[in-house]
């Protein structure tokens, strides 16, 4: 018996041949995300900012989840859009990321609140130790898109960041800035 997999198109990440879970998360989701607060209060609250699309996976010990975000190019203020972000709720389960297209940064954390950044780009492959908060940041002005392969036991632990990271990305001058954050 031969089955028809789902299908991804690597050069935009669309899913195909499968059902699909879509969340999209909008300016008004991302309360106190980004740093400057007043412009985050001036955008237009219904703006997308990113979408993840998951295939319907049974949920379980040793299954896996497979979506694809797609980060939308723009900034708040200075800064550039970017996920809310997350540790997982069962803190030792790690991640895949594997960019598909766009440019951006995926900041990594750990625990103690060390926080470092790999560059996105279509091909690379990011892998996310357990323990280790991630988001996603698109520095560029197209789509950002990104593979991700997690535990389904996983889940997101997003209270545990509501001090922010300790990295911000903005854009001063027409270049990428990272600044670092008090005590973030
Ligand atoms: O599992 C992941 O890490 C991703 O699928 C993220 O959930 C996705 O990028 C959206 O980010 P966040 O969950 O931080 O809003
Ligand atoms: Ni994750």
Same mark, same amino acid.
């Given at each position: 018996?031969?089955?028809?997999?789902?299908?991804?198109?690597?050069?935009?990440?669309?899913?195909?041949?499968?059902?699909?879970?879509?969340?999209?998360?909008?300016?008004?989701?991302?309360?106190?995300?980004?740093?400057d607060?007043?412009?985050?209060?001036?955008?237009?609250?219904?703006?997308?900012?990113?979408?993840?699309?998951?295939?319907?996976?049974?949920?379980?010990?040793?299954?896996?989840?497979?979506?694809?975000?797609?980060?939308?190019?723009?900034?708040?203020?200075?800064?550039?859009?970017?996920?809310?972000?997350?540790?997982?709720?069962?803190?030792?389960? *790690?991640?895949? #990321?594997?960019? =598909?297209? /766009?440019?951006g940064? $995926?900041?990594? %954390?750990? @625990?103690?609140?060390?926080?470092?950044?790999?560059?996105?780009?279509?091909?690379?492959?990011?892998i996310?130790?357990?323990?280790?908060?991630?988001?996603?940041?698109?520095?560029?002005?197209?789509?950002?898109?990104?593979?991700?392969?997690?535990?389904?036991?996983? *889940?997101?632990? #997003?209270?545990? =960041?509501? /001090?922010?990271?300790? $990295?911000?990305? %903005?854009? @001063?001058?027409?270049?990428?800035?990272?600044?670092?954050?008090?005590?973030?």
């Amino acid at each position: 018996q031969i089955i028809q997999p789902p299908l991804v198109a690597w050069a935009n990440g669309a899913f195909s041949h499968a059902p699909v879970i879509r969340k999209t998360t909008r300016i008004q989701d991302l309360t106190a995300v980004f740093a400057d607060g007043q412009a985050w209060r001036s955008c237009d609250p219904q703006l997308p900012v990113y979408t993840v699309e998951m295939l319907e996976t049974p949920a379980g010990e040793g299954e896996l989840w497979t979506g694809v975000t797609h980060l939308n190019p723009g900034k708040v203020g200075n800064e550039f859009f970017m996920t809310r972000g997350h540790f997982h709720a069962r803190r030792e389960q *790690g991640e895949v #990321y594997f960019g =598909l297209r /766009g440019q951006g940064l $995926l900041l990594l %954390q750990d @625990e103690h609140g060390k926080a470092r950044l790999e560059t996105v780009c279509a091909g690379s492959v990011h892998i996310i130790p357990g323990f280790t908060a991630h988001r996603l940041i698109n520095t560029g002005s197209e789509i950002l898109s990104a593979l991700a392969v997690w535990p389904t036991i996983a *889940g997101h632990d #997003y209270a545990a =960041l509501q /001090g922010g990271f300790a $990295l911000r990305v %903005q854009e @001063e001058n027409q270049q990428i800035c990272v600044c670092e954050v008090q005590n973030g």
